[in-house]
């Protein structure tokens, strides 16, 4: 997804670039110059798309709807005088069906030739993962259920409904006027409708005036549809990563993050010198990885629920666009190669961001129950709170914590007169990086033994002994034993499954929430 919404970007505004030099009206000596090159004219594209996100995503949305009101209306002209040069030019007609006969013999033969030839229609395709990327955007109903936003939902289906039937239609009538009108040898290698077929029908059939108009919509949708890339990145990223701690707390921001895709823009634009066909084949793999993995979604979604007239055909097209994929992969492998490349980076970046944020307080809030809160306000009258960090074994045999209770007041010298509480965290879900810490107290043969889950261990017990010193005003003392085996790979244990040496860490995270060595919960290791 990263990848596909990334070339987006540079692919888009290097198109435009290409329709902008193509242009008639361009001077001559600036096509040829070595000072304004295609590759300047892109980055200073880019530049102004970020400058526009800068500024805010309200001013963003009022741009879109001029820019795409005027490349719809400006490609329906085109299509409409296409369509009536051929009616009136029927030859033209029929020197298509001939080529098609010709060439295919009978319907079946075209229909194969058709699924040969799918892969290259990736390009055309865009649009419509593109749109999946604003479906978090669009607003629901005022009594929308938040389990299930019905009304959301409802106008999500109106959105993509009507994406998929304007780029259906436009995608289906430009591919046959621009293939009965053109000529072959124009859409060859430096063709002057290669890349920009509507453009060329714009220029013959309407004039350079209109057709530069026309150049002018094409230029500005193709400098704009990065703009809903970036939009699905700014609406992804700040959602998912940091909450798993795959990105910096100030991934949450938008214009940092407007800085950050525009300098992996920069970077990739000039890297493939702002070629539109080089970019092509990343584009169409990212495109069409992104479709098949929808498609395979929304087919074993369909016979989950059994819908067997529904998810056949979904199979039959989830297969279509695997064998897409694959065809494509084959034949331009330098798409799954940058793929490749940005999967690892994002690792990378990740499993650095991971270990950064390591020792940050990772709990959004500290719940209690009315047990515990009991249990906790019993010892916070004596004065300071003595906790003992436990790992359950069964938690019903009271002897576990008897045995528990002798050892940690022989190893850390807790006087028999003060009351202790046992204290037990389970990791739940490592890969979550924040959640609400959930504190329950029970009772196990006279002793009082708190109980949580939380994603990471020591980060839940810091939080809770600060919460402890904030709400009771007493100081706690969190009582641990050692740790034996290697550091390397309870640092590991750690970082992948949220559990490790587990006193040093606590200590750690409490000295980086907690500046003030006199306010710091005390942290003890006996044994």
């Given at each position: 997804m990263a990848t596909s919404w990334i070339v987006t970007i540079t692919l888009s505004a290097s198109d435009a670039t290409a329709h902008l030099v193509e242009n008639p009206f361009w001077p001559e000596f600036l096509k040829s110059s070595t000072q304004i090159d295609e590759v300047v004219i892109t980055l200073v594209l880019?530049?102004?798309?970020?400058?526009?996100?800068?500024?805010?995503?309200?001013?963003?949305?009022?741009?879109?709807?001029?820019?795409?009101?005027?490349?719809?209306?400006?490609?329906?002209?085109?299509?409409?005088?296409?369509?009536?040069?051929?009616?009136?030019?029927?030859e033209a007609l029929g020197n298509w069906q001939e080529a098609l006969f010709n060439n295919y013999g009978n319907p079946l033969s075209m229909l194969g030739g058709s699924l040969l030839v799918f892969p290259l229609?990736?390009?055309?395709?865009?649009?419509?993962?593109?749109?999946?990327?604003?479906?978090?955007?669009?607003?629901?109903e005022s009594d929308d259920d938040p389990a299930r936003?019905?009304?959301?939902?409802?106008?999500?289906?109106?959105?993509?409904?009507?994406?998929?039937?304007?780029?259906?239609?436009?995608?289906?009538?430009?591919?046959?006027v621009t293939t009965v009108l053109i000529p072959p040898e124009a859409f060859g290698p430096n063709g002057e409708a290669n890349g920009r077929a509507v453009a060329y029908l714009a220029h013959e059939y309407l004039g350079d005036v209109f057709g530069t108009v026309y150049d002018i919509s094409t230029?500005?949708?193709?400098?704009?549809?990065?703009?809903?890339?970036?939009?699905?990145?700014?609406?992804?990223?700040?959602?998912?990563?940091?909450?798993?701690?795959?990105?910096?707390?100030?991934?949450?921001?938008?214009?940092?993050?407007?800085?950050?895709?525009?300098a992996i823009s920069i970077v990739v634009t000039i890297?493939?010198?702002?070629?539109?066909?080089?970019?092509g084949?990343?584009?169409?793999?990212?495109?069409?990885?992104?479709?098949?993995?929808?498609?395979?979604?929304?087919?074993?979604?369909?016979?989950?629920?059994?819908?067997?007239?529904?998810?056949?055909?979904?199979?039959?097209?989830?297969?279509?666009?695997?064998?897409?994929?694959?065809?494509?992969?084959i034949k331009r492998p330098d798409g799954i190669t940058i793929a490749l490349f940005f999967i690892l980076a994002i690792v990378v970046v990740s499993l650095i961001s991971r270990i950064q944020r390591s020792t940050e307080l990772r709990q959004e809030r500290i719940e209690i129950d009315k047990t515990a809160q009991r249990f906790i306000d019993e010892a916070a009258e004596r004065g300071d709170i003595h906790i003992v960090a436990h790992r359950r074994r069964t938690g019903k045999n009271a002897e576990e914590y008897r045995q528990k209770e002798r050892e940690q007041r022989e190893d850390n010298h807790i006087?028999?007169?003060?009351?202790?509480?046992?204290l037990e965290v389970d990791v739940a879900d490592p890969s979550d990086f924040t959640d609400v810490l959930e504190i329950q107290g029970v009772e196990v043969g006279g002793h009082k033994v708190l109980r949580a889950e939380s994603s990471v261990v020591p980060n839940a017990i810091a939080a809770f002994l600060l919460h402890l010193r904030d709400e009771t005003g007493s100081k706690p003392h969190c009582y641990f034993g050692w740790t034996e085996g290697n550091p390397i790979v309870y640092?590991?244990?750690?970082?992948?499954?949220?559990?490790?040496?587990?006193?040093?860490?606590?200590?750690?995270?409490?000295?980086?929430a907690e500046p003030d060595p006199k306010k710091r919960p005390a942290i003890h290791v006996g044994g």
């Open positions: 880019l530049a102004m798309l970020g400058a526009v996100f800068l500024r805010g995503f309200k001013e963003v949305i009022g741009i879109a709807v001029v820019v795409v009101a005027a490349f719809l209306l400006s490609n329906l002209v085109v299509v409409a005088v296409a369509l009536y040069e051929i009616s009136t030019h029927l229609l990736a390009l055309g395709l865009s649009g419509f993962e593109t749109g999946v990327s604003m479906m978090p955007l669009v607003r629901g936003p019905r009304g959301r939902i409802r106008n999500t289906h109106k959105m993509l409904a009507t994406a998929a039937l304007i780029m259906s239609f436009y995608l289906i009538t430009t591919s046959f230029i500005s949708i193709l400098w704009f549809a990065g703009a809903s890339a970036m939009a699905g990145l700014l609406n992804i990223v700040p959602r998912y990563l940091p909450r798993y701690g795959m990105a910096p707390e100030w991934g949450r921001a938008v214009r940092p993050l407007v800085l950050v895709y525009t890297v493939f010198a702002a070629n539109v066909d080089d970019q084949g990343a584009y169409a793999t990212g495109v069409l990885a992104m479709m098949t993995s929808a498609s395979i979604a929304v087919t074993l979604t369909a016979r989950r629920q059994g819908r067997h007239w529904a998810w056949i055909p979904f199979g039959l097209i989830t297969l279509i666009f695997i064998y897409a994929t694959a065809a494509n992969v006087p028999p007169d003060e009351p202790i509480l046992f640092l590991i244990r750690y970082i992948l499954f949220g559990e490790g040496d587990t006193a040093p860490v606590t200590r750690e995270v409490l000295r980086e």
